[in-house]
């Protein structure tokens, strides 16, 4: 199957600094990677679409300002958090679709391992 | 927006006892995808419906599309210790916007 990775896996950072975060394809092009944010025992909730060559698109509610998203290249997304506060403490996961380039709605989704962010 | 339900939250089973997950969506889908996030994990994908009545089966695992496209169903049979983790099915919207809305989850639990 396909692979995406990110990094770091963890990291605890003090509160105002900012953190960033690596998702990369390892095996394939994504021009669409999508960024989600996982409470403990709750769902994934999508934040944003990033897209390679374009601004990301994000959901209602999520601070543009706050988490920039870079789609710099076709197998390459960051998320950095800005300023970041304690409650901005979760896991952060990234996911490439995979299908045959359309953008369907059936493109599989492979995730990377997540990242464990500790705001003290 | 769209919303996801899935039945139930937290399930607790016998190892070798059936289980079941169902998903629930306000709209019609085109398509459905579940995955399964072991603890501590990340989602990896199981299997993708399409069709609507359609039945999948992966070994001891069974996914079913309603009729009417608006639901879902997991069954897992004889469950085993290795089915311990969330299962979520993920849908698109019904505007075609090209992203995936995760369900609220169902957390399985099997007691050797």
């Known amino acids: 199957g396909a692979v995406v990775s990110q990094h770091p896996s963890r990291v605890i950072c003090k509160s105002g600094t900012s953190v960033k975060i690596e998702c990369r394809s390892l095996d394939f092009q994504a021009t669409t990677m999508f960024w989600y944010r996982q409470f403990p025992k709750q769902s994934l909730m999508l934040m944003a679409t990033s897209n390679e060559g374009s601004k990301a698109t994000y959901e209602q509610g999520v601070e543009k300002d706050k988490f920039l998203i870079n789609h710099a290249s076709l197998t390459l997304s960051t998320l950095t958090v800005t300023s970041a506060h304690p409650e901005d403490s979760s896991f952060y996961i990234c996911?490439?679709?995979?299908?045959?380039?359309?953008?369907?709605?059936?493109?599989?989704?492979?995730f990377g391992p997540g990242t464990r962010l500790t705001v003290l | 927006g769209q919303q996801v339900m899935q039945i139930p939250q937290y399930q607790h089973v016998q190892e070798g006892e059936d289980f079941t997950t169902y998903c629930n969506s306000s709209t019609t889908l085109s398509n459905i995808q579940w995955y399964k996030q072991r603890p501590g994990g990340h989602p990896v994908f199981l299997i993708q419906l399409v069709k609507s009545g359609e039945v999948k089966k992966q070994k001891r695992l069974t996914f079913q599309f309603g009729e009417a496209k608006k639901n879902s169903s997991l069954h897992i049979t004889a469950t085993q210790t290795t089915d311990v983790g969330t299962y979520f099915c993920a849908v698109t919207p019904t505007s075609g916007t090209y992203k995936y809305i995760f369900g609220t989850g169902t957390r399985l639990k099997v007691l050797a």
């Open positions: 996911s490439a679709p995979r299908g045959g380039g359309a953008r369907l709605s059936t493109d599989t989704q492979y």
